[in-house]
């Protein structure tokens, strides 16, 4: 299937007029794979949300219940590429107290991935199936977790950036430094699979005073017009 689709783009993207790429890191990928011919017609428009109403009613009717624990969550389809394997058994490992991660999604390995959970007998992993409303799960979590193996610009990491939550990224991915780049330090954590985190810089996030991480390189209004400028050219 790898040379099917990579004969098939070849073809396609000769009759493209423009191209656009959600990093330059894929940038970069895109012209090395399929040649400088097709280097001026490609340009970069990171994902953008417009999610601002929306966190506006969830703030209004959020009930956090869990006062104690601090919420982890991970959401994505449950396949090899999103590395929740791993992980799970990085919480295996180093037994995080106080702390209950959530893998939200459906797929292939979720009977892997239970049957991971259930052999360690680990009480503070739960798989959940998904959700319509991400939104409010990301807005109830204290951190968001990244843990995929390959990925092109994630969505659901700008997404929970809007809704305040901080990130946790466990994915050494290179076009992720993009977007960290225009953020405070304070709003992400990189780390291995093979340390532990340390607990003590792991805070509980104040939900009754919202506020977006998300600069606004990355709202929708600043990214239309990047668009309008580029059907314009």
């Given at each position: 299937?790898?040379?099917i689709n990579?004969?098939v ?5 000769r009759?493209s ?5 959600t990093?330059?890191?894929?940038k970069?990928?895109?012209i ?5 011919k097709i ?13 601002e109403e929306?966190i506006?009613k969830?703030?209004l ?12 969550t991970a959401?994505?389809?449950l ?34 991935l239970l049957?991971?959970?259930?052999q360690n ?13 991400i939104l409010?799960?990301?807005f ?7 843990s995929s ?8 990491v700008?997404?929970a950036l809007?809704c305040?939550?901080?990130i946790?990224?466990?994915?050494n ?16 954590i990189?780390s291995?699979f093979?340390?532990?985190?340390d607990?003590?810089?792991l ?10 991480l998300l600069p606004?390189?990355f709202?929708i ?8 400028m580029?059907?314009?050219d």
């Open positions: 299937f790898y040379f990579l004969i783009y070849k073809y396609l993207y009759f007029y423009k191209i656009i790429c990093s330059y890191d894929m970069i990928k895109l090395d794979l399929l040649g400088k280097e001026n017609k490609v340009n970069v428009i990171n994902n953008f949300v417009d999610n929306n506006k969830i703030r009717i959020t009930k956090t219940k869990n006062k104690k624990r601090l919420i982890l959401i994505g389809r396949h090899f590429q999103k590395g929740f394997d791993r992980l799970i058994k990085h919480f295996i490992n180093f037994k995080y107290h106080d702390t209950l991660l959530l893998i939200i999604g459906e797929g292939k390995e979720k009977e892997n049957k991971l959970i259930k007998k680990v009480k503070n992993i739960k798989i959940l199936k998904a959700k319509k409303n409010f799960w990301l109830e979590s204290d951190y968001f977790v990244l193996r390959w990925e092109g610009m994630p969505n659901v700008i997404e809007d305040g939550t901080k946790i990224d466990f994915s991915l290179k076009q992720m430094n993009e977007l960290y780049s225009k953020l405070d330090t304070s709003s992400y990189k291995s093979d340390n532990k985190l607990e003590n810089i805070i509980k996030k104040n939900r009754h005073q919202h506020k977006s606004h390189y709202k209004d600043q990214n239309i017009k990047k668009l309008e580029l059907i314009n």
